[in-house]
């Protein structure tokens, strides 16, 4: 895989090549995160080095549908074909972090962890491009704060995450690396990234069947908003068609994503469209705001 990387990039290999360590991944929209963790897994595989990628950028994911944190460990060269489809995802259940900063520091957080079981060498954390103003800052901050990271790896054009940068130098325990953007990345227009969600979407429930559920001992997690920001009943909820949902196990584990399809609220039968072939193993509903319609276009209900 043929990536043209400035030279910078290339003295960021050689330090993590070294060190090892977890390096979370800041840079606003379209200054190429996803492409500089490409750059540096397929390289560190190349020296050897086993490196593992946890995916945070909800909004448009690399590995996993969106709305959701996946990771992956490699130990050799990736077929990216492959490693698409992570082995594990954590349901967040919206495509921006703003509002849902909790669940989305408890997925990063726990998709952290078992990169650590995994023994990986080295961890690569990809974040959104939700990074500038306050409640970005914020989110970044506690990010940090909670993963405590060896290395800090931002891409800015000029210079537009200093105010964040600047919060954490000082007395800090990790390293700041800064480096340019690759003239290999490429803006992504809005509607470009509206259509990079359908296509995620569509990949991933290209092989789901209609699956009933009784929800009768199911617990429902979450909440679903209308229009005007209120939080509608649960069994109103539930009457959504098209209502994108998390299927978990008794574990807390995301066992797959759901399209609600019916609801029989007499019989607290559910038709669920998924890709996950056992049913029986979902203990917990995790509903969203998301619908996911026609050729799998997302908006919010």
Known sequence: MEIIAPEEWYTA??????????????????????????????????????????DADIG?????????????????????????????????????????FQIHLKGVKRMVDKTVSSGAEVILVDTTGFILGEAGKELKRRKIDLLSPKFLIALQKD??????????????????????????????TMEGRRVYRINKFQDYFK???????????????????DPNGDILPTDWALKINGLLIGLKDSQDETLALGVIRNYFGEKKLLRVFTPLQDIQKVKTIQLSSLKVILLYEEERV
């Open 13 to 54: 290999l050689d330090i993590l090549e070294k060190e090892k360590g977890i390096a979370i991944l800041l840079g606003a929209t379209d200054t190429g995160k996803s492409t500089l963790a490409k750059f540096l897994i397929f390289n560190l595989c190349q020296r050897g080095v086993k490196v593992a990628l946890v």
């Open 60 to 100: 448009q994911s690399f590995l996993g549908p969106p709305a959701t944190i996946g990771f992956s460990v490699f130990k050799s060269d990736p077929v990216w074909e492959v490693v698409l489809s992570p082995p594990e995802i954590f349901f967040v259940g919206s495509t921006t972090p703003e509002g849902h």
């Open 159 to 188: 210079s537009e995450i200093e105010p964040l940068l600047e919060l954490c130098q000082g007395n800090s325990p990790y390293e700041i690396l800064r480096l340019p953007l690759s003239d290999q990345v490429k803006p992504r």
């Open 207 to 225: 092989h789901s069947v209609i699956q009933e559920l009784t929800i009768e001992n199911i617990q429902i997690e979450g909440e679903v908003l």
